[in-house]
């Protein structure tokens, strides 16, 4: 196999590169499949010992039932790694896409897509391209199927917000986090970081990365991080992610990509909101 040959991505988004042309899948199974509402009173026996992380599970699971129809702007800085270095992140940018996001009853739309300001009509031809439903990795995290291990529990600050900082580790029988490469499929042990706001007992940051990859997969590394504020839409704040990193690297060798994303603008969307496009006028 090509180690080049490949397509990088994080959680559920499907990737087109300038480096790389084979597909590549890397994705969090979809929450409807796994969760809804959860209840530690109607699940015996997989409540947490620790009632922070029971509570954090609570506000998670009805965190969809809490959100408006809204509406952003995502910008996305795209990178790889500077083929004239072994360094894995020393960074060359390719370019910037923005885009509108609506999220309208669960489902997510994107329009107004322009790749350095020129508008196109196919973003995963032009360079690894991101799109998923945030929600759906603290859930994952956070269901009591992924037995997740939170551990060295800690009172921290981040964004001037009292919190608690967890370790936390999910072994690989008990993942759901599906990575496919080239045909290839694996779903990996992963762990990382996971920051509580101390008063509302929502998710401020999370940190997570792959561990243990089989030397055959064609990646050896996957890792992101993810950066929730609480954000107006009209008359109330929502807790809602303002920026998102991911990398994804080839098994034994120094190339990767990286996306590096804000979440800008948050708005109501309503029936008589409308979105239309800018920039230039002809496709070129």
Known sequence: MDRRNFLSAFFTKRVRSRLFARPLLIMMLP?????????????PGLASPDAVIDATRQKTMSF??????YMLKQFTA??????????????????????????????????????????????????AWSQGEFASILKTLLSPASETRFSN??????????????????????????I????????????????????????LRIEMATREMPREFPLDTVKSSVDYDFVPIEDHRYL?????????????????????????????????????????????
């Open 153 to 178: 529990r800690q009172q921290v600050t981040i964004v001037n917000r009292p919190a608690y900082r967890y370790d936390f580790l999910v072994d690989q029988p008990h993942s759901n986090w599906l």
């Open 64 to 69: 969809d039932e809490t959100l408006p129809n």
């Open 240 to 284: 809602l992610p303002v920026h998102s990193e991911a990398v994804s690297c080839i098994q034994g060798t120094s190339e990767c990509t990286r996306n590096v994303i804000e979440f800008r603008d948050y708005k109501k969307y309503g029936a008589n909101s409308s979105i239309t496009f800018e920039g230039p006028a002809k496709d070129k």
């Open 180 to 203: 496919r490469a080239n045909g290839e499929a694996y779903k990996p042990s992963y762990a990382g970081g996971i920051w509580i706001d101390k008063e509302t007992y929502r998710v």
């Open 31 to 43: 929450s409807a499949v796994l969760f809804g509402q959860l209840d530690s009173g109607l699940l």
């Open 78 to 127: 795209r990178y790889a790694t500077d083929p004239k270095s072994r360094d894995r992140e020393a960074w060359k940018q390719l370019d910037v896409v923005t885009a509108d996001v609506v999220f309208d009853h669960g489902r997510e739309s994107y329009a107004n897509v322009l790749d350095n300001g020129k508008r196109t009509k196919d973003i995963e031809q032009t360079g």
